[in-house]
């Protein structure tokens, strides 16, 4: 699924990286990746990104954050 990373143009003229590009990017050609669903919205800009190293910090997440 490595595909050439790319961002897609919003509102106000900003540039956001969408969940493929992130996919894409060198870090995770580091571990094995598996999309199971979701494949229709590959397109979809990411909003927000929680950098952590807490192995269970799925228990700290609310709302529309994956988990």
């Not at 143009?9 to 199971?36: G, I």
């Not at 590959?42 to 609310?62: Q, T, Y």
């Amino acid at each position: 699924m490595r595909r050439i990373a790319h961002c897609v143009q919003e509102e106000a003229n900003t540039m956001a990286l969408t969940v493929e590009s992130a996919l894409s990017l060198e870090v995770f050609s580091r571990v094995p990746l598996t999309l199971f669903a979701g494949e229709e919205n590959l397109h979809r800009s990411v909003r927000w990104v929680h950098p952590v190293e807490i192995p269970d910090i799925a228990n700290f997440l609310k709302g529309e954050r994956c988990s």
